[in-house]
């Protein structure tokens, strides 16, 4: 049994969660004013967790035809038969079912968008076979993380979640631009959209580049427009300083270290935030906040 749970936690890449669940807790933290209770802390970790892992295995049932095709995908749980088909339907109406039931117990407003919801997160997953933007659509769907953090806490929708959704849509698209520079050649012969299939690796990485200034950009005006102060500029130059690391001053462009240093990133990044926003919210930064 043991092993059949770390099966599915490697099917899902349950780890990946880390990229977007911090930003999740840091609007849980402004919208709670510190900690929630314990009850709501537990909810959201688990509508995290089981929205994510319905949303990855659709991806992973919706393209198992394609990744047996690429030679980089072919190992991967469905083509490889180390889950089937069946099983993978049954995995993601389970976490489904088990999402909506946790929003049910969240609150009202929670629970009356966790369907719709549910089924745009499953949606991401087709827009590469109509569309380049499919980053972007992945970047929406991540980042709705902090408003649905926000939502379950209060009940209704607020700006700054949204922001918070915003900046890690532009993170996470140009990180998935840089990821799917792997599959070039693959994403061609398949009929399959994306950025570097459409402009190249190199002026793939320059879009890349420009979503991840343009987070930064988006970041600074949230931290001017809610007076974030200190702790927030201060996770921002981290950020910045990793960010021309990785872009500018990397010695080596082979892209697997690339993608090794953007996941270890991607961490940073996500715990910087929440880092940045829970000094805040400790050292009183509410009684400044502008609704």
Known sequence: MFLQIMEYGKFVRLSHTLFALPFAFAAMFVAAEGLPDIKTFLLILACMFTARNGAMAFNRLADAKFDALNPRTASRHIPAGKISKRNAVIFIIANGA??????????????CCSLPLFLFLLSYSLWKRFSCLSHFMLGIAIGLSPLGAWIAVKGSPALLPAALGVMLMLWMAGFDIIYASQDIEADKELGLHSIPAK?????????????????????????????????????????????????????????????????????AVSFLVMLGLG?????????????
Do not use: E
């Open 98 to 111: 088990a999402f909506v039931f946790f929003a049910w117990l969240l609150n009202y407003f929670a629970f």
């Open 199 to 267: 402009f190249g690796a190199q002026k793939s990485m320059f879009i890349a580049l420009l979503c991840h200034i343009a987070m930064l950009g988006f970041a600074a005006f949230m931290g001017f427009w809610w007076n974030l102060g200190l702790p927030w500029y201060s996770a921002l130059a981290v950020i910045t300083l990793a960010l021309l690391y990785i872009h500018l001053f990397r010695k080596s462009n082979d892209l697997d270290k690339v993608n090794k240093d953007f996941f270890l990133a991607n961490i």
């Open 279 to 291: 000094v805040w919210v400790f050292i009183g930064g509410l009684n400044a906040f502008i609704p």
